[in-house]
């Protein structure tokens, strides 16, 4: 099993081995319907999990729910050992709708700055972090641009910058390229792979899309709709073994992402 | 609504066809088919105006009615906008007041001079106190109607940022409102100088409204329509630069 | 239930302060009336007809001073909706006429009609003019672009484009600027009387201050209110169900 650089390094150290994020039988309920039965795994540091799902099975509901807007109706989802009640600035998301999550009036470099507002970090010192952020997902030269001018792909960078601001120990991505046509969505892929193996970053990526799943994910939770007794939501687990770094050309070519692609495939046909 | 950008070749078009009812009305009032008592000539009109503004009291009238107008919008948006924002951002305030905004919306503004006149008397501080309250209902309205709409995906923003509740309410809240409480305070404008003008009518304050209901009293055409040109450029030149201002801080909707 | 009654809190907790502030002031005060004396005063007119008549004239000033209008505006609007340089041509001149305050047209419309419906209607029609106008020709000019290529690949006669087309699209815009001119004409008739026109039902709560009844001005006041409010609402009414009808999607 590959394991990304940080997570090897932190198992040599002495640092203990405890899980960053733990989801201990969390269990949603909403407008009178369960979304979500009660659901546990963990996810450790440095890891890319990807949650996919058809619609309606709640992986948005429990990514928010790891975040802090969504309260659990039952268990509970940890940090470090401590309960998330509540947004913090060390959880990072990033919305699916990136045009609604940005703030019109303001400049890329406003809206990125935003974050480092919010930490209160003194005004002489953003610039120089705003302009490093911006360098870091390309879009240096459209510092001073409004959000209206710039394609769905170059304002989702936005907000991905701006998350990367907050300097965040999680990351929380709900569906980000899911509005983007084919072309972005491939070049974004890579460009947040390569972002999270430089920050050390963990993640959970919620999509639909399975291919986008194995592609990105060192591990991949599926979950399914309607749950009741006897049909738990979360429904499988699969690991990644495919070493890093990936390329949209040979690893979407390689016997494992074939092999898992078609039992994921398999998997979730069954479920209809 | 803004008017296209026009070309070179259409703004003198457009200045023809101007030009051209200005010939009408030329032709109208020599040719005698309406009587110069209801439409006096151009030239008799900007005669009078010019008379008005250089020596007479048309400049003066101008002025007082202008500074009532502006006077009277400044605390309208003032009170609007203050109170917009509270009554705005509180779901709870907005259900219990709304209902009464609403109602209170489409009375008009100079129904409520009787009722001023009747407390302060007939004064020119009673007129400036129903241009402020008539013209304050668009931008109160606007202004609630900004804070409330917030788009929800910038609230859970804030939260996941961790903003403070001041910090979203001028970062976020306010900017959001801005447009909306522009285009109030651009209603506004145009409430006020309407109420300064019937104020002036009812309550004698010296100022163009006075000034053209006694002229059309007097059969003195040629200064009512000087009046009615003061009028329109005081509305047109007022709403120019509420526009101009609007521009300016909401480029990023056009950037 | 509670929930139900929750708009009613505020006004009528602001009536009853009102009342009990007012009543123990002097009996007899010139300027106020408490709430329950104008109601009073209010059931008084409606018996005696003066209500209604009033009522009637400011309604009717402001129907006749709206349908001048809307036959005005409403095809001028079209034309220039649909024709972009016709719509540039008049720009200037509709940007210098636009912005002279009706109520400036008050003793004009005095000194040509004297007092009276007709003087009225023509203030209304000026005001009520040019929100119709602008309105009417940004809804033929917004016509979604991609119908009108459909027109063309179908080739459709000018005519039925216009009619099959055009027309229907604008249906649902032209009832918001109706709506619109219905708010203004109210509000323009209302202030004529208020400023001039002895006649409606301005007129009355003025003549009802001036004779020092403040009860009667102050049921004016309130009745004027829900008349605009009454008629405002109907006006949404018609539009949304319009709108419904036709498909828009407001």
Same mark, same amino acid.
């Given at each position: 099993m590959a394991l990304p650089a940080e997570q090897a390094a932190l198992a040599t150290s002495a640092a203990p081995a405890q899980p960053l994020l733990c989801f201990d039988g969390v269990g949603i309920h909403l407008g009178g319907r369960?979304?979500?039965?009660?659901t546990s795994f963990e996810v450790t540091r440095g890891e890319f999990v990807c949650i996919v799902g058809p619609s309606g099975c709640g992986k948005t509901t429990l990514l928010r729910a790891a975040t802090g807007l969504v309260r659990c109706s039952a268990g509970q989802v940890r940090r470090h050992g401590r309960p998330v009640t509540q947004p913090s600035r060390e959880v990072a998301f990033v919305f699916q709708d990136y045009g609604r999550a940005l703030l019109p009036w303001r400049t890329v470099q406003g809206n990125v700055g935003l974050a480092l507002e919010a930490a209160g970090v003194a005004a002489p010192k953003r610039p120089a972090r705003i302009a490093a952020v911006l360098d870091k997902v390309g879009l240096g030269a459209h510092a001073h641009k409004f959000p209206a001018q710039l394609s769905g792909g170059m304002q989702q960078r936005v907000q991905i910058a701006r998350c990367l601001a907050q300097q965040p120990e999680l990351l929380m991505m709900d569906?980000?390229?899911?509005?983007?046509?084919a072309l972005t969505r491939h070049s974004l892929q890579d460009e947040v792979a390569r972002l999270v193996q430089h920050e050390g970053l963990t993640v959970l990526f919620v999509t639909h899309d399975l291919e986008e799943a194995i592609y990105l994910g060192d591990r991949v939770i599926a979950l399914q709709s309607n749950p009741g007794p006897g049909r738990p939501s979360l429904a499988r687990t699969i690991e990644v073994p495919i070493p890093r770094p990936?390329?949209?050309l040979t690893t979407k070519e390689h016997s494992d992402f074939l092999r898992l692609r078609r039992e994921l495939f398999a998997f979730i046909e069954q479920g209809h | 609504m803004k008017p296209a950008r026009l070309s070179p070749l259409d703004a003198l078009g457009s200045v023809a066809v101007t030009l051209a009812l200005v010939a009408l009305w030329w032709a109208a009032s020599h040719g005698g088919w309406i009587s110069r008592v209801f439409l006096p000539t151009p030239e008799a009109t900007f005669a009078s105006l010019r008379e008005g503004l250089d020596g007479g009291e048309l400049a003066q009238f101008a002025q007082a009615t202008t500074w009532r107008m502006v006077e009277g919008w400044l605390l309208a948006s003032l009170l609007g906008v203050a109170l917009g924002a509270l009554i705005g951002v509180s779901a709870r305030a907005r259900a219990y007041l709304q209902p009464t905004l609403e109602f209170v919306r489409p009375l008009p503004a100079s129904a409520l001079l009787p009722l001023a006149i009747s407390i302060f008397g007939l004064s020119p501080n009673m007129v400036l106190a129903v241009v402020a309250f008539g013209a304050m209902w668009p931008v109160l309205l606007g202004t609630i109607h900004g804070f409330a709409a917030v788009e929800p995906r910038l609230l859970e923003v804030s939260r996941c940022l961790q903003l403070s509740r001041i910090d979203f309410i001028l970062k976020i809240g306010l900017p959001n409102a801005l447009p909306d409480i522009l285009a109030g305070m651009r209603l506004s404008l145009t409430v006020a100088l309407i109420v300064a003008v019937v104020g002036e009518m009812i309550?004698?304050?010296?100022?163009l409204g006075q000034a053209i209901l006694l002229a059309a009293r007097a059969f003195r055409a040629s200064e009512l329509f000087a009046g009615i040109v003061l009028l329109g450029l005081i509305g047109l030149a007022s709403n120019a630069l509420l526009g101009l201002a609007e521009h300016k801080l909401l480029k990023w909707q056009s950037p | 239930m509670w929930r139900r009654l929750r708009p009613w809190w505020f006004p009528l907790g602001l009536l009853l302060l009102l009342e009990l502030h007012l009543r123990s002031?002097? %009996?007899?005060?010139?300027?106020l009336a408490p709430p329950i004396a104008a109601l009073r005063a209010f059931a008084g007119a409606a018996r005696d007809g003066s209500l209604w008549q009033a009522t009637l004239f400011t309604l009717g000033a402001a129907a006749s001073g709206l349908a001048v209008a809307a036959a005005l505006a409403i095809p001028l609007g079209i034309t220039l909706g649909l024709s972009p340089r016709a719509s540039r041509l008049s720009a200037l001149s509709i940007e210098l006429l636009r912005?002279?305050?009706?109520? %400036?047209l008050i003793p004009l419309a005095m000194l040509v009609f004297g007092f009276g419906l007709r003087m009225e209607t023509s203030v209304v029609a000026f005001a009520s003019f040019w929100p119709m106008l602008i309105l009417t020709r940004a809804a033929v000019s917004q016509v979604e672009p991609r119908l009108l290529e459909v027109s063309q690949v179908l080739a459709l006669s000018p005519w039925q484009r216009g009619l099959k087309i055009v027309l229907p699209a604008i249906v649902p815009r032209l009832f918001v600027a109706l709506r619109l001119g219905v708010a203004v004409s109210l509000v323009v008739a209302v202030t004529v009387e208020i400023a001039a026109n002895p006649n409606g039902m301005g007129y009355a709560m003025m003549i009802a201050q001036q004779s020092l009844d403040p009860a009667l001005m102050l049921a004016w006041l309130g009745w004027i209110g829900v008349v605009g409010y009454a008629i405002n609402l109907a006006a949404l009414m018609l539009q949304q169900r319009v709108a419904r009808a036709m498909g828009a999607a407001e």
């Open positions: 369960e979304i979500l039965s009660p569906e980000p390229f899911g509005a983007l046509d990936r390329d949209q | 309550a004698s304050q010296p100022g | 002031l002097a %009996a007899g005060s010139d300027s912005p002279i305050p009706s109520v %400036a």
